[in-house]
């Protein structure tokens, strides 16, 4: 059995907000400290190095 994939919220700037294994937790992260929409992207861990993939972004839809 895999390990369970990672999860990076980074803001406009390219900073790491928030790590962790749910996905839906970084996204309360940026609505908790009111990263404005369209300002933040969740991306998931995609092989052993790379945090590449988009999965979600902040957006004001």
Known sequence: MGAAPLYALYDQHGLLRCL???????????????LAPGSWSVMQESGATALDRPTRSGSSS
């Not at 749910?22 to 009111?34: K, N, Q, R």
């Open 20 to 34: 962790g294994s749910d996905g839906e937790a970084c996204e309360a992260y940026a609505s908790l400290f009111g």
